[in-house]
């Protein structure tokens, strides 16, 4: 089960995006294929995988939105779970070029005009006649209020919907962002197999909109790690319709910035398996990066996650984990707690520290771990969970 994670039981509408949910792909029980409608004037800016793999999906959303990853001529997408057309090479790219033209030819534009999304099982094909029947019985129904069934229809090993809202007012005037995201194992920066898609009813100019979405993704999605493997499929769209008016203010980027921290944070929760939600806080760096990698060699530890699962004292594993780091600390300098009891001093025990008194800080279900290397005044900060059995059950029956 999730960490201390509900599902939202309400989403603001977006004025300018309609949205419908079918079953078509290969779920027996739930939605899995979702259409979002663009109304024009819309500005769409995109972060992808970094994954030498890229899924055909990936790789036609590049295409389309251009160079600077930003578009303000995209009218629709199509999301579906449960295949990740990845690894399907020419066919795939067929596929996915193919579902462009099927939902444009359905929205009353250009293929150019739409971008694909596919998450799933790797390395199986899209059935493409069931795919096609599915946009048909979307385009019927398209209506703004339907960001919960999305939610839902996005979905592979998640256990709970991801999603939020938030609203800001500018002169008088309401400005609303809602998110969604799906994504539970192979997660990890760059990117962090997960999906997430924003929207906003304010007018964001383009490059705003892309510059935005760059600084906001490292903070957030690029931010979290569940299992260490980054997906062929990641992707993280923000759209602004600019209904509600001006939104170039501080206050429409923090709320953004929140609602993308918020869905980051969800996804860790219902990590698979995971009955821990840990973030780890490096500070005192040189530099970012190397806040960055203690964070993150910590995170991904298969031997710190499986003492987080136990509440295994076994604070050695650390030490381990951030030598492994490398980067520019000297390790004599490092400390170390969780939650506010001490467990490191100058890279061995501090003197204070008591085992017992950690086991019972990592029996908890939140934790906090804090590195300090004691070289700068950088900092970085991760969220990650525990690696439990649940994650081996889930991964080993997969694809049955």
Same mark, same amino acid.
Request: proline share 4%; glycine share 10%.
């Given at each position: 089960?999730?960490?201390?994670?509900?599902?939202?039981?309400?989403?603001?509408?977006?004025?300018?995006?309609?949205?419908?949910?079918?079953?078509?792909?290969?779920?027996?029980?739930?939605?899995?294929?979702?259409?979002?409608?663009?109304?024009?004037?819309?500005?769409?800016?995109?972060?992808?995988?970094?994954?030498?793999?890229?899924?055909?999906?990936?790789?036609?959303?590049?295409?389309?939105?251009?160079?600077?990853?930003?578009?303000?001529?995209?009218?629709?997408?199509?999301?579906?779970?449960?295949?990740?057309?990845?690894?399907?090479?020419?066919?795939?790219?067929?596929?996915?070029?193919?579902?462009?033209?099927?939902?444009?030819?359905?929205?009353?534009?250009?293929?150019?005009?739409?971008?694909?999304?596919?998450?799933?099982?790797?390395?199986?094909?899209?059935?493409?006649?069931?795919?096609?029947?599915?946009?048909?019985?979307?385009?019927?129904?398209?209506?703004?209020?339907?960001?919960?069934?999305?939610?839902?229809?996005?979905?592979?090993?998640?256990?709970?919907?991801?999603?939020?809202?938030?609203?800001?007012?500018?002169?008088?005037?309401?400005i609303t962002v809602t998110?969604?995201?799906?994504?539970?194992?192979?997660?990890?920066?760059?990117?962090?197999?997960?999906? /997430?898609?924003? %929207?906003? =009813? *304010?007018?964001?100019?383009?490059? @705003?909109? !892309?510059?935005?979405?760059?600084?906001?993704?490292?903070?957030?999605?690029?931010?979290?790690?569940?299992?260490?493997?980054?997906?062929?499929?990641?992707?993280?769209?923000?759209?602004?319709?600019?209904?509600?008016?001006?939104?170039?203010?501080?206050?429409?980027?923090?709320?953004?910035?929140?609602?993308?921290?918020?869905?980051?944070?969800?996804?860790?929760?219902?990590?698979?398996?995971?009955?821990?939600?840990?973030?780890?806080?490096?500070?005192?760096?040189?530099?970012?990066?190397?806040?960055?990698?203690?964070?993150?060699?910590?995170?991904?530890?298969?031997?710190?996650?499986? /003492?987080?699962? %136990?509440? =295994? *004292?076994?604070?050695?594993?650390? @030490?381990? !984990?951030?030598?492994?780091?490398?980067?520019?600390?000297?390790?004599?300098?490092?400390?170390m707690h969780v939650d506010?009891?001490?467990?490191?001093?100058?890279?061995?025990?501090?003197?204070?520290?008591?085992?017992?008194?950690?086991?019972?800080?990592?029996?908890?279900?939140?934790?906090?771990?804090?590195?300090?290397?004691?070289?700068?005044?950088?900092?970085?900060?991760?969220?990650?969970?525990?690696?439990?059995?649940?994650?081996?059950?889930?991964?080993?029956?997969?694809?049955?």
């Amino acid at each position: 089960m999730a960490v201390n994670l509900s599902p939202p039981s309400v989403l603001e509408p977006i004025a300018g995006v309609r949205l419908a949910s079918t079953r078509a792909i290969k779920s027996k029980n739930r939605d899995d294929l979702t259409v979002l409608a663009i109304d024009a004037g819309a500005t769409v800016s995109g972060v992808f995988t970094q994954n030498r793999y890229p899924a055909p999906p990936v790789q036609v959303c590049r295409t389309h939105l251009g160079v600077d990853k930003t578009n303000g001529d995209i009218r629709g997408l199509a999301i579906n779970a449960g295949i990740a057309n990845a690894g399907t090479l020419g066919r795939g790219l067929h596929d996915a070029q193919e579902s462009c033209r099927l939902l444009a030819n359905l929205l009353g534009c250009e293929a150019r005009q739409i971008l694909p999304f596919s998450t799933g099982v790797i390395m199986e094909p899209l059935p493409m006649e069931n795919y096609a029947r599915g946009l048909q019985r979307c385009a019927g129904k398209l209506i703004h209020d339907n960001w919960l069934a999305a939610a839902s229809a996005i979905m592979t090993t998640d256990t709970v919907t991801k999603g939020i809202s938030r609203q800001v007012q500018i002169n008088g005037n309401t400005i609303t962002v809602t998110g969604i995201a799906k994504g539970s194992g192979m997660i990890h920066p760059n990117m962090a197999t997960m999906l /997430a898609f924003v %929207a906003t =009813d *304010a007018a964001i100019p383009a490059p @705003l909109l !892309a510059q935005w979405q760059r600084d906001i993704v490292d903070d957030t999605f690029n931010a979290i790690s569940v299992d260490g493997d980054t997906s062929t499929n990641d992707s993280f769209m923000l759209i602004a319709t600019g209904k509600a008016g001006d939104g170039n203010h501080t206050v429409v980027r923090d709320a953004i910035a929140g609602v993308c921290a918020h869905l980051a944070e969800c996804i860790v929760r219902d990590g698979e398996g995971a009955s821990k939600l840990v973030t780890i806080r490096v500070y005192g760096g040189s530099d970012k990066e190397t806040c960055l990698r203690v964070a993150r060699a910590v995170a991904c530890s298969p031997l710190v996650k499986t /003492a987080l699962a %136990a509440g =295994d *004292a076994n604070v050695g594993r650390f @030490l381990m !984990a951030i030598g492994n780091a490398g980067g520019n600390f000297v390790p004599d300098c490092v400390t170390m707690h969780v939650d506010s009891t001490p467990v490191l001093f100058n890279g061995g025990l501090h003197s204070e520290y008591c085992e017992e008194k950690t086991a019972a800080v990592l029996a908890m279900d939140e934790i906090m771990i804090v590195i300090g290397l004691g070289k700068g005044a950088y900092e970085a900060t991760l969220k990650t969970c525990d690696l439990t059995a649940r994650y081996i059950e889930i991964n080993a029956a997969y694809r049955s």
